[in-house]
T-cell receptor, first 108, second 113 residues
Framework: RKEVEQDPGPFNVPEGATVAFNCTYS??????FFWYRQDCRKEPKLLMS???SGNEDGRFTAQLNRASQYISLLIRDSKLSDSATYLC?????????FGTGTRLQVFP | DVKVTQSSRYLVKRTGEKVFLECVQD?????MFWYRQDPGLGLRLIYF???????EKGDIPEGYSVSREKKERFSLILESASTNQTSMYLC????????????FGPGTRLTVT
């Protein structure tokens, strides 16, 4: 089993839709969690950290479910500019482990 | 503003050549990382360094070595390039609190023919 797993997608959604991605992790001792965004042919950029209590940044909400060992990213009111690949990242010990990413395509 | 730069965006090398990929960060970060990214496999850690002259193997170090002579510079070396090392190489750095919040360079797309 992979340490971090994501549905590769693509998720094709219309503008204005709400979309959610999940990311599962295998190491129950993992302490830190992140979502990164990667545009086509560009480097990943940190989107947001995921805290135990969940956190929100504008249209983006990140949640952590320790019991089921997954994190989620919810995007409300999708924009065309949200089209990208979303990578989750987990620190089970001393290294950041990335998922393979979920591709989102928002269409007009 | 955080900045990580890599020496080349695109590189084409022949099998057997020695290849140097350079990465420089201007944030005074202790931690630096080298990844390769391949379709379907995601980002895989090759080597990392938590201090000058210090290096640790990541998940796929075979065929690679690194050098960290100065805090701001972390070099990846392909001793004898092979076609299976054709990939996107990404350098990253993070503050001393740990491998959190990594800042990536723009990447080097290496093709080995």
């Amino acid at each position: 089993r992979k340490e971090v797993e994501q549905d590769p997608g693509p998720f094709n959604v219309p503008e204005g839709a709400t979309v959610a991605f999940n990311c599962t992790y295998s190491n129950s001792a993992s302490q830190s969690f992140f979502w990164y965004r990667q545009d086509c042919r560009k480097e990943p950029k940190l989107l947001m950290s995921v805290y135990s209590s969940g956190n929100e940044d504008g249209r983006f909400t990140a949640q952590l479910n320790r019991a089921s060992q997954y994190i989620s990213l919810l995007i409300r009111d999708s924009k065309l500019s949200d089209s990208a690949t979303y990578l989750c990242a987990v620190i089970p010990a001393d290294k950041l482990i990335f998922g393979t990413g979920t591709r989102l395509q928002v269409f007009p | 503003d955080v900045k990580v730069t890599q020496s080349s965006r695109y590189l084409v090398k022949r099998t057997g050549e020695k290849v140097f990929l350079e990465c420089v960060q201007d944030m005074d970060h202790e931690n630096m990382f080298w990844y390769r990214q391949d379709p379907g496999l995601g980002l895989r850690l090759i080597y990392f360094s938590y201090d000058v002259k210090m290096k640790e193997k990541g998940d796929i170090p075979e065929g690679y070595s690194v050098s960290r002579e100065k805090k701001e510079r972390f070099s990846l070396i392909l001793e004898s390039a092979s076609t299976n090392q054709t990939s996107m190489y990404l350098c990253a750095s993070s503050p001393p609190t740990g491998p959190y919040e990594q800042y990536f360079g723009p990447g080097t797309r290496l093709t080995v023919t």
